[in-house]
């Protein structure tokens, strides 16, 4: 359904650019602009992929006319600034469409099951993929053991991402090809940036956590140029769908950025995305060649460098100061050592590159603190690049003003919140809990913070997003988490365009609905900002516009 969906979209244009005299008339609705006025218009003129007047449909409409404009009426449904996502993974989205769907498995047994039914339509000695595990989740919490995965599928090697992409569940076939099926020593199954979970007979368990991951993932046959580009049209189609107008593609390969741009040289990408080149391994000459040339070519933008400082909380490898409440003697796990961040982040320096850096426990934090400080000193130029710390989900209070003095931009998931209040308590305990998803904390100027999803870790739909920007709720739980610092509608709403927009440096041309803007507009059935928050639940996207012309129409 999607990939038709995706066929529709691409057939009914040659190109993602808006033509010359192209003009389009939005009215019989409520226009969010999205200004500081927080001001909204009955109508909206665009011509030639930009924002030309607004006000009335009486003021507008001999205009509209003389241009020949495309004519939407809005019907009642509400207009706001097109929707980003300032943290996603769009191929990584895309071949979890296809793939097997393990969100929300309530047991191992379940996942099984799942896995096994795959295992029936799969050629025997293929490999079996899947995402969306989560222990925290099941009746018995702990990592779970290959044993009953492996009986259900001993002719195919399977390998299954867990939610966070933090961790991984492999059977024995699997383990078997990476040459992880015997005893192993525990020197050899642990180390400061990875672990291989052991079982008491000293074998692998079948779960790796972070770089340990690779060990199995490096036998998974790398998918072609033409998989790729259907994985990224599919996730394309249903980014339009929940009404995304840009998105913060994060830690890209050269290939990948290789053929976004080939996309968007043949008029095939429609949704605007910022690249993000993956920069913890060795940076070399394959990374340099795709930098030159064009940092912005049409919807494509290669933007700046992520790299990735420690784990995920719900796998137990974010980096925290002190051990895990539920495991004492681990603090999680360091992905990068403090000489190879600040390599890397003078090497972003010299070439433009905006650092974006994952951080999520509250040692990381203050790590990447310390280092965009040491580099600033040397540097200060690199404050123009709005170096960014991705998720910021457990930050100590004393390095919350931080944040604001060196210039670093939080972009944050609201949706985390939801997914793991559940559990965080028991990770973190009662008082470091206070430091956790403290949005306001870390950005004092709401225009300066960026809301995403982290998809395929969470859903890209961000409705949900706003809806617990708004609430701070918790999921499967009628409680919510310091709902005192949840945020209006005109924030959180800001925060998913405005905000996300500075985060890359458009700010100027980007995130809101005024004169001489990019037309970029997600119609909504509700109004985000004045409505009750749970209407966002049952909200719909009607139409996704981007310059000005329309790419998603929601169908009967």
């Known amino acids: 359904m999607l990939l038709a969906l995706t066929l529709t979209l691409l057939s009914a244009q040659a190109t993602h650019a808006a033509p010359a005299g192209s003009s389009l008339l939005l009215h019989g609705g409520r226009i969010l602009l999205g200004d500081d006025t927080q001001s909204s218009v009955e109508a909206l003129l665009a011509r030639d992929g930009r924002v030309e007047a607004v006000g009335t449909l009486v003021e507008l409409q001999s205009r509209a006319q003389a241009l020949g404009a495309q004519v939407v009426d809005l019907a009642g449904a509400v207009a706001v600034p097109g929707l980003h996502d300032a943290h996603g993974h769009v191929e990584a989205y895309g071949a979890a469409l296809e793939q097997v769907d393990l969100t929300g498995v309530p047991s191992l047994e379940a996942l099984v099951q799942r896995v096994a039914e795959r295992a029936k339509s799969t ?92 060990r199995v993932q490096q036998h998974v046959p790398t998918p072609s140029q033409e998989v790729r580009t259907r994985r990224i049209l599919k996730a394309q189609a249903a980014l339009l769908a929940h009404g995304l107008v840009a998105v913060h593609d994060m830690g890209l390969e050269p290939e990948q950025v290789a053929l976004y741009r080939k996309l968007d040289e043949q008029g095939l990408l429609l949704v605007r995305i910022s690249g993000y080149l993956w920069g913890n391994d060795e940076l070399g000459a394959a990374q340099e060649a795709v930098i030159p040339g064009d940092r912005v070519q049409g919807r494509f933008a290669l933007r700046g460098l992520k790299l990735m400082a420690d784990g995920a909380l719900g796998s137990r490898g974010a980096a925290l100061l002190e051990d895990y409440s539920d495991q004492h003697g681990h603090t999680g ?107 306001k904390s870390l950005a004092p100027d709401l225009t300066q913070l960026a809301f995403g999803s982290d998809f395929p870790v969470e859903s890209p739909d961000p409705l949900a997003g706003l809806y617990s920007a708004r609430t701070r709720a918790i999921a499967r739980s ?79």
């Open 333 to 439: 796990l360091m992905l990068l050592a403090d000489a190879a961040l600040a390599q890397r982040l003078e090497w972003a320096g010299q070439w433009r590159l905006q650092p974006a850096i994952h951080a999520i426990g509250d040692r990381a934090n203050r790590v990447v603190l310390d280092a965009y400080e040491r580099a600033l000193r040397a540097s200060p130029q690199l404050r123009e690049l709005r170096p960014r710390m991705e998720h910021a989900q457990v930050v100590s209070p004393k390095d919350w003003a931080r944040f604001a003095q060196l210039g670093v931009v939080p972009s944050m998931q609201p949706v985390h919140l939801t997914s793991d209040m559940p559990w965080a308590g028991e990770r973190l305990g009662a008082e470091r809990l206070r430091g956790a998803y403290a949005w």
């Open 123 to 214: 050629p025997k000695g293929e490999w079996i993929l899947g995402r969306g595990w989560d222990q925290n989740l099941w009746p018995d919490k702990s990592f779970p053991h290959h044993r009953l995965l492996s009986e259900a599928t001993p002719d195919h090697p399977v390998y299954l991402d867990r939610v966070d992409g933090h961790a991984a569940f492999a059977n024995a076939a699997a383990l078997q090809r990476a040459g992880l099926a015997g005893e192993l020593p525990a020197d050899a199954a642990s180390g400061a940036d990875g672990l291989i979970v052991l079982d008491a007979q000293g074998r692998a368990s079948g779960v790796l956590v972070d770089n340990a991951m690779q």
């Open 478 to 556: 009628p409680k919510t988490f310091e709902p005192s610092t949840a945020l209006t509608g005109a924030q959180a709403l800001a925060a998913f365009t405005q905000g996300a927009a500075y985060a890359v440096g458009a700010e100027a041309h980007l995130g809101r609905l005024s004169p001489g803007y990019r037309c970029d507009v997600t119609v909504l059935s509700v109004d985000p900002v004045a409505c009750e928050p749970q209407a966002l639940q049952q909200a719909r996207v009607l139409h996704t516009i981007i310059d000005g012309r329309l790419v998603y129409t929601r169908g009967p």
